[in-house]
């Protein structure tokens, strides 16, 4: 029996939302299944230790499975970072969504083989984005829909890269989404940008999961966009679709830009559960990102990458 033929995938449509990360060659191995499952507490000081500071404000990208067992689990990781920055510090998390639009990968490949009459009826039953109940799309992994299902987590409007906060700052952080734009002005990431003290905390993923980077694409002399589409409810809460043009997002270079920036910028290292994590500085990370973007990307595509 022959290998089923795999859909071509158009290059246009990059993927909103960052790949499934990767552990990095240096992530020592998972704990092993007898070992007893971590305390908060235990999380909470290997935090600390790693530079983690009460009224810190820290986007967070996590793998959990390379964190290992956790007491109560996702639950538990959450209580950790929540206790480690303490009541006057704030936790962000991307809250990507993309089963709604019909210019993703998802889609492209959900449909690659159908019938004109199949592909309208799949549009038909895609479901249009709601902040208060579209939950995150499963390659952010457990913890960012756990945190979004939390008390007195707010999340922002945008269909497709909505972002969830909880804390001292998550109001101002995820205020008025621009709609039109993912990373770019009037979103999430740029007010991150415009704090002092922001913080990406990598738990057990790899450069490719560091959404910070997207926002040094809009910083590109040249910037290659192309159009977006999803399904929102209008004003009478009817399923409605939303065009819009925005810039490309491509991750392909991140790993290569993750490599780079590890030998150009001190970043803190340490072990968080079974993971070896790292606390790195938002601004310098994007300013760092932009520059390398202007000097090895052409026509704000990223060129060949090895």
């Known amino acids: 029996m022959s290998t089923p033929a795999q859909p071509p995938v158009d290059p246009r449509l990059t993927p909103v939302t960052p790949l499934p990360p990767r552990p990095g060659p240096d992530e020592p191995p998972l704990a092993a299944k007898t070992d007893p499952p971590r305390t908060v507490r235990e999380l909470v000081g290997e935090l600390r230790d790693l530079g983690v500071r009460t009224h810190d404000v820290l986007l967070v990208h996590c793998r959990l499975r390379g964190i290992g067992p956790v007491e109560r689990g996702p639950r538990g990781v959450l209580a950790a970072l929540t206790e480690a920055v303490g009541p006057g510090g704030t936790l962000v998390m991307?809250?990507?969504?993309?089963?709604?639009?019909?210019?993703?990968?998802?889609?492209?490949?959900?449909?690659?083989?159908?019938?004109?009459?199949?592909?309208?009826?799949y549009k038909q039953e895609m479901p249009p984005f709601d902040p208060?109940?579209?939950?995150?799309?499963?390659?952010?992994?457990?913890?960012?829909?756990?945190?979004?299902?939390?008390?007195?987590?707010?999340?922002?409007?945008?269909?497709?890269s909505s972002f969830v906060a909880r804390g001292l700052l998550a109001n101002g952080i995820v205020r008025h989404h621009n709609p039109v734009s993912h990373f770019g002005e009037q979103s999430p990431l740029s007010r991150l940008f415009s704090l002092p003290d922001a913080k990406v905390l990598m738990l057990g993923t790899g450069f490719s999961a560091f959404t910070a980077f997207h926002l040094a694409e809009y910083f590109q002399p040249k910037v290659a966009t192309r159009m977006y589409r999803c399904v929102v409810p209008d004003w009478l809460g009817r399923p409605s679709w939303f065009s819009y043009e925005d810039v490309l997002l491509d991750l392909a270079d991140f790993d290569l830009i993750g490599a780079a920036l590890t030998d150009n910028l001190t970043i803190r290292e340490g072990p968080v559960g079974a993971t070896r994590a790292k606390l790195v500085p938002?601004?310098?990370?994007?300013?760092?990102?932009?520059?390398?973007?202007?000097?090895?990307?052409a026509d704000g595509r990223p060129t060949a990458v090895a």
């Open 94 to 121: 991307p809250t990507f969504t993309e089963l709604n639009s019909d210019t993703s990968l998802p889609f492209q490949r959900a449909t690659y083989g159908l019938s004109d009459a199949e592909i309208d009826a």
């Open 282 to 297: 938002l601004i310098p990370a994007v300013a760092f990102a932009a520059d390398w973007m202007t000097r090895h990307r």
């Open 132 to 160: 208060a109940w579209t939950p995150a799309s499963p390659t952010m992994g457990a913890l960012p829909e756990v945190l979004r299902q939390a008390p007195g987590a707010v999340r922002s409007s945008h269909p497709q």
